[in-house]
């Protein structure tokens, strides 16, 4: 009996063992899993492996829908490229991708995962079927009513106001208020166009095809007019390191700006946008940021991971105190918050050791807090419009001033101390009335 019950005890230990191990395999923790990464990250015609082209032409890819779009300056012959092309990590091209191809007509590239699932991307090359001069006439004829100034009947386009060539080509478009009211499609074939300038017109919309100018385009300027909408192929700008977008009608920022991931300067003041995308604080590279008047009740806490913002404009919003979280960029040299309702200053400014330009005019402060004589950098100060009734002495401190506005105040006199600052080079602006004591 004792024999069989020790039998019996090992035949329950081996089978515990095996549905064990049967277990591990059911669940896979002994299965390795292969990667099912299969898409085309980068595509681009290089000038190393294709000697007809002038500069590397990067594709714009639509992973969606799986098409790769690429526009090659006017004249470029297409029927023998070589393209270099990255993809995800442990996929492989089931194409020969080093001979050249003709793509005259649109191609299919495969790529396959390790798992072995294999995506189709359809590579479609366009090349630019306009001269620059046709483009440019294509502008002039599309607003008729425009004050251009060209003389069309020039085939010179480097005399055309605004017009700025390099090497023959147009590198920049300057045609600040010129009664464009249409931006017509063409415009997007200016392949090598870095500075686009249209600011003060009547422009309603952006062409869609604005992508294809994702190539050289680092400038933009869409001040004053009249947009609404932002549309998605905008963002495959992403070479830009300056947009401004200021004083139209746009009531959001799509949360897709965080893929312009070079850009230095923003500006989106004087739309209706009340809120901010958080994505817009993923721009690590930004250093100025422009947000006036655009109905912005605080400011997300977010901003002070813009590591490298030396620049912030808040001003015209309803505020009412300077925001804490402001406080904390403490690599600010310019921070502009005038017509908010403010109504004093925090000692916390003193944060801002690197402030060279603090802009509170048109507030509602009665006085100004001493300390801000610790800023010692500080090169504009400029509080006009306030209701200021007594300046500290602390102010004769800031001996780098340039300028202190103190017009439209309440002011009847201010120390001698800070009036001496005039013979070290400040512009001391004041009231007629307002007198040294």
Known sequence: MKGLLTYKNLLLVVCSLIMFSCSKEIDGSDVTLLNSENQILEFAFLTQENGELEIDVTANINQEDKVVSVVLPYGTPVRALKPSIKISESASIVQDVDVSFDFSTPIIYSIMAEDGTVSNYT????????????????????????????????????????????????????????????????????????????????????????????????????????????????????????????????????????????LRYLSLSNNSLKTLPLELFELSKLNSLFLNNIELSEVPESITDLSQLTALGISSNPLGAIPDIVLDITTLTRLDIYNSGITNIPSEITKLTNLKRLQLSGNNLIEINEVIGDLFLLEYLLLQTNAIEEIPSELSNLINLKTLDLTENNLITIPNAICDLANTGTEILLDENVTCQ
């Open 123 to 262: 590579v479609r090359v366009r090349v630019v079927a306009s001269t620059e001069l046709e483009i440019l006439l294509t502008i002039f004829n599309q607003n008729p009513d425009n004050l251009l100034g060209w003389n069309i009947a020039s085939e010179d386009i480097s005399t055309w106001e605004g017009v700025i060539l390099v090497d023959d080509k147009v590198i920049e478009l300057e045609l600040e208020e010129k009664g464009l009211t249409v931006l017509p499609p063409e415009i997007c074939d200016l392949f090598y166009l870095k500075t686009l300038s249209l600011e003060g017109n009547m422009i309603t919309e952006i062409p869609r095809q604005i992508q294809d100018l994702s190539n050289n385009l680092r400038t933009l300027n869409l001040g004053g007019n009249q947009i609404d909408i932002i549309p998605q192929e905008f963002f495959s700008l992403t070479k830009l390191t300056d947009l401004r977008v200021y004083t139209n009608l746009l009531t959001e920022v799509p949360s897709d700006i965080n893929k312009l991931t070079e």
